[in-house]
Nanobody, 121 residues
């Protein structure tokens, strides 16, 4: 089994910063892309950012210039540094990862349980 555990969420005032972490553990041979998504109340889950195993990052437009995604492959961990937070960033943030469990297996998608981020105005 593979587990993804997020941490770092919380309550912050508008303009503040938070750093989310997501650590993958379990039966892991290799990890491909890792990413962050979010889901606000009454809305669909949306992509925040994704980073390849080589460190190439892509962001959804509303997050460009404010959020930074990084990863530490030695720790199987992905991070999301969120700056200049706005009330509309309030959501549950989920990490996901494409994991290869054996050398000859394909990539399977795994998700964390989510962490709440609340930005007050």
């Amino acid at each position: 089994q593979v587990q993804l555990v997020e941490s770092g969420g919380g309550l912050v005032q508008a303009g503040g910063s938070l750093r989310l972490s997501c650590a993958a553990s379990g039966s892991i041979f290799a990890i491909g892309a890792m990413g962050w998504h979010r889901q606000a109340p009454g809305k669909q889950r949306e992509l925040v950012a994704v980073i390849s195993n080589l460190g190439i990052a892509n962001y959804s437009e509303p997050m460009k210039g404010r959020f930074i995604i990084t990863r530490d492959n030695t720790k199987n961990t992905v991070y999301l540094q969120m700056n200049s937070l706005k009330p509309e960033d309030t959501a549950v943030y989920y990490c996901n990862a494409g994991v290869r469990r054996m050398w000859n297996s394909g990539l399977s998608d795994y998700w964390g349980q989510g962490t709440q981020v609340t930005v007050s105005s």
